[in-house]
């Protein structure tokens, strides 16, 4: 079977053997339950695979976090259409046929962002759908209080040109952006929600898919 890179992947095609890392892996909470995995190749392309949610044990005993594989017997399909973490043209859907030969040796990204810019950011407050990978210049930096009690951290950043957009870390994930983080600095943040408040935008790790 011929060896396929990750940007060449579309979907329905027939599919090759990809050299990946596993970045990570979750449960989307979606319409339909599904386990989700994160795949970087060694280009520093991304897709997501998804498998059904039963077989998790399976999948659990074969992947693990951070480890590179060779994959083959997997599907092409269409993105995830709810909270998908890749902007990419195709998914891919692995059942128990699908093999993970694990890789020694490889020099495959242990991390993975794209970032947004201004424009796809405006684009994306009606497409809550798709999360957003942002890096911005500090502004001001705090933690505010919720009418429940819960504490927010509320970071205002400025892009390149000026552009203002305001980050939201909801308790569970505030200390991303630590309280040492002021003016000047420059912060980057993964896969958030974009929405429209106050006139302006707000990006946000409320929601996860």
């Not at 997997?74 to 043209?89: E, F, K, L, N, Q």
């Not at 210049?137 to 009690?149: A, M």
């Not at 308790?171 to 600095?185: A, F, N």
């Amino acid at each position: 079977m011929d060896e396929i890179n990750i940007r060449d992947i579309t979907e329905r095609q027939r599919p090759g053997v990809i050299e990946i890392r596993v970045l990570r892996r979750w449960i989307s909470k979606g319409k339909k339950e599904e386990l989700c995995y994160q795949l970087v190749d060694a280009y520093g392309d991304c897709i997501e695979a998804v498998a059904e949610v039963r077989h998790v044990k399976h999948f659990d005993s074969i992947i693990k976090l951070h480890c590179c594989y060779r994959v083959s017997g997997y599907i092409c399909t269409g993105p995830r259409m709810y909270m998908a973490t890749v902007d990419h043209r195709a998914s891919l859907v692995i059942g128990q046929k699908a093999r993970f030969d694990p890789l020694t040796d490889s020099d495959i990204p242990t991390a993975y962002f794209q970032f947004a810019t201004y424009e796809t950011i405006q684009r994306r407050i009606k497409e809550t759908k798709i999360l957003t990978d942002y890096i911005g210049r500090v502004e001001k930096n705090s933690i505010l209080s919720t009418r429940t009690g819960k504490q927010l951290r509320k970071t205002r950043t400025r892009d390149e040109m000026g552009r203002e957009v305001e980050i939201t870390l909801w308790p569970e994930k505030r200390h991303l952006i630590g309280d040492d983080v002021g003016p000047g600095d420059i912060v980057a943040v993964g896969s958030t929600v974009v929405t429209e408040h106050n006139a302006g935008i707000d990006i946000s790790n409320n929601s996860r898919g």
